[in-house]
């Protein structure tokens, strides 16, 4: 039973890996450097103004979590740049309130990551040398760190020793492997479950929308000078006046498009979202049907089009996503589950804090 009530989020410390169609299976873990928190307005004077051996001194036990103890120490490891955030961008009550909310949680999510250890000791959960690797190779692959100078260097932005980082992703391994046995294993999904989930959410499940289009492009350099891009601008406009005369498009766009594509311009695409520029493609959606553009400008160059039929998107088949619905069915079921045994240990547990 809890001495002292506290509000621990769920999850915390831990990034749920994505759920497979199989619930016994364990999937690839998602890592993120190893995340730091707020301080509390106590510790500002501590970083600011005080020394190493005054920081020594003024180290406590901030909770109790059943036969553990979380100081004052860990808490400012946490929080050590986003203090500084904090102070570099509040003032006062602001930076006062931010603290003292920010200071509870961080020592929330500390509670709630021991009593997750705990409950891996207990189950004899352990990680080796070559798990923790082969978690750090996948955390420079998705940061885009090419090799260990990367790291080093992403690590020293985050004010983070290689130490306290391999502490991190080693407890990040071992509460996955938790989750994995005591909540992903017991989650299942049931055929039913997704024809009812598709029957009720079809509009969910839709293709993407299509639009043909006639195209017109007077390219602009990248390291355009003024004067170039006076000509393209005249040249484009050139072309809208003819456009608006009455001239065929095709034609127009025939004899003025340049650029990689000129050949083909004048000429039907079919497109679907995602295909075009931002720019292009908001006028592609909203353009009335037959109607030509005004002059659209993109790092391209100047653009004119003209819409010549849209495509609505078609509900895809039941047999096209129920491996899609019995992921999203089996993440909320692991979500509401992980809930349900965190309560449990929290419920169960002995903490005291003395924050």
């Known amino acids: 039973m809890n001495k002292t009530g506290w509000r621990g989020t769920v999850g915390a410390g831990l990034a749920l890996p994505k759920a497979g169609a199989a619930s016994s299976a364990p999937t690839p873990i998602s890592y993120t450097l190893y995340h730091t928190f707020v301080l509390g307005l106590v510790l500002l004077c501590v970083i600011l103004t005080a020394s190493v051996a005054h920081a020594v001194i003024l180290d406590r036990v901030v909770a109790v979590v059943n036969d553990d103890v979380i100081t004052l120490t860990e808490v400012q490891e946490e929080g050590l740049q986003a203090i500084r955030r904090i102070v570099r961008e509040t003032l006062g009550i602001e930076r006062e309130q931010q ?55 992403a690590l020293s932005r985050e004010l983070l020793s290689e130490e306290q980082f391999r502490r991190g992703i080693s407890e990040q391994v071992i509460m996955t492997k938790l ?20 029957e009720q959410q079809q509009g969910q499940f ?50 003025y498009s340049e ?39 993109t790092p391209a160059g100047f653009h004119l089009i003209v819409v ?13 996503v129920k491996e899609q619905i019995r992921t999203i069915l089996f993440n909320q079921k692991t979500e509401a589950t992980f809930k349900e045994w965190i309560d449990s240990l929290k419920a169960k547990a002995n903490v005291e804090m003395k924050l």
């Open 99 to 153: 603290l003292r909310s920010t200071e509870r949680q961080i020592l929330d999510e500390l509670i709630l990551r021991r009593l997750q250890l705990q409950e891996a000791k207990k189950e004899r959960i352990e990680v080796t040398p070559e798990e923790v690797q082969s978690a750090i190779e996948e955390l420079k692959k998705r940061n885009g760190l090419a090799s260990d100078e990367d790291l080093r260097a």
């Open 179 to 198: 989750v994995t046995r005591r909540v992903r294993s017991k989650v299942v999904v049931f055929d039913d479950e997704v024809q009812q989930y598709y």
């Open 206 to 255: 839709k293709d993407m929308s299509q639009f043909k289009i006639r195209h017109l492009l007077v390219a602009v350099p990248q390291q355009s000078t003024p004067s170039e891009v006076k000509r393209a601008k005249n040249r484009i406009e050139e072309a809208q006046r003819l456009i608006k005369s009455g001239t065929n498009f095709s034609t127009v766009a025939q004899q």
């Open 259 to 297: 650029g990689p594509l000129a050949a083909s311009g004048g000429e039907v695409w079919t497109m679907k979202r995602g295909d075009l520029s931002p720019e292009l493609e908001q006028a592609a959606l909203t353009l009335p049907v037959g109607q030509t553009s005004d002059i659209i400008t």
């Open 308 to 320: 010549e039929e849209r495509v609505p998107g078609l509900v895809l088949l039941f047999d096209q």
